[in-house]
T-cell receptor, first 114, second 115 residues
Framework: AQKVTQAQTEISVVEKEDVTLDCVYETRDTTYYLFWYKQPPSGELVFLIR??????QNEISGRYSWNFQKSTSSFNFTITASQVVDSAVYFCALSDPGTYKYIFGTGTRLKVLA | NAGVTQTPKFQVLKTGQSMTLQCAQDMNHNSMYWYRQDPGMGLRLIYY???????DKGEVPNGYNVSRLNKREFSLRLESAAPSQTSVYFCASKNTLGGLNQPQHFGDGTRLSIL
């Protein structure tokens, strides 16, 4: 069975601190995609990044970086020098290759304090 | 570019009432999805439609029905609303012809309260 675990329910940091959000997944498929979404207080879901199972290169986009490790089935998300605007709920999701459905984690609420 | 549009944004119902949540996308996507979001439970799939004319159950389909009216529209119906269906509902669409790597695009959600 496929599963996504985000063990951190809520994280609080002070502005300018670095923070890492953990995502651990389970799947028997050899081809799959992982995604991160951001849900700010306004409620919409914003796509951040996707990563396929054959590409283990880390990715950096500004203050955001993602570390994908197949050996540990993890796809962690780091925000460097956090800002108040980063306060949101962040979801990790795994794409089912047969049906294109997503399996979502339960989300991590990040609070960045000024 | 509107993307995925959900109506209404807010609704309050009494137990037993029926209601249809509407969703439309203008991105020519073939797959559409309905999720519910509850505190501490993430997003759970209710129903999805892989292509026009097909619908399938997701993780939590009980108490809901769906209709894929055409390629653009995918509606979710509560026939007899129950307080347990109080939630935020999200519609999403995806271009599956582009493969697994295409992200789902989400609407802004419908906040539904059942009294």
């Amino acid at each position: 069975a496929q599963k996504v675990t985000q063990a951190q329910t809520e994280i609080s940091v002070v502005e300018k601190e670095d923070v890492t959000l953990d995502c651990v997944y389970e799947t028997r498929d050899t081809t799959y995609y992982l995604f991160w979404y951001k849900q700010p207080p306004s409620g919409e879901l914003v796509f951040l990044i996707r990563r396929n199972s054959f590409d283990e290169q880390n990715e950096i986009s500004g203050r955001y970086s993602w570390n994908f490790q197949k050996s540990t089935s993890s796809f962690n998300f780091t925000i460097t020098a956090s800002q108040v605007v980063d306060s949101a709920v962040y979801f990790c999701a795994l794409s089912d290759p047969g049906t294109y459905k997503y399996i979502f984690g339960t989300g991590t609420r990040l609070k960045v304090l000024a | 570019n509107a993307g995925v549009t959900q109506t209404p944004k807010f609704q309050v119902l009494k137990t037993g009432q029926s209601m249809t949540l509407q969703c439309a996308q203008d991105m020519n996507h073939n797959s559409m999805y309905w999720y519910r979001q509850d505190p501490g439970m993430g997003l759970r799939l209710i129903y999805y439609s892989a292509s026009e004319g097909t619908t399938d159950k997701g993780e939590v389909p009980n108490g809901y029905n769906v209709s894929r009216l055409n390629k653009r529209e995918f509606s979710l119906r509560l026939e007899s609303a129950a307080p347990s269906q109080t939630s935020v509902y999200f519609c999403a669409s995806k271009n599956t012809l582009g493969g697994l790597n295409q992200p789902q695009h989400f609407g802004d959600g419908t906040r539904l309260s059942i009294l």
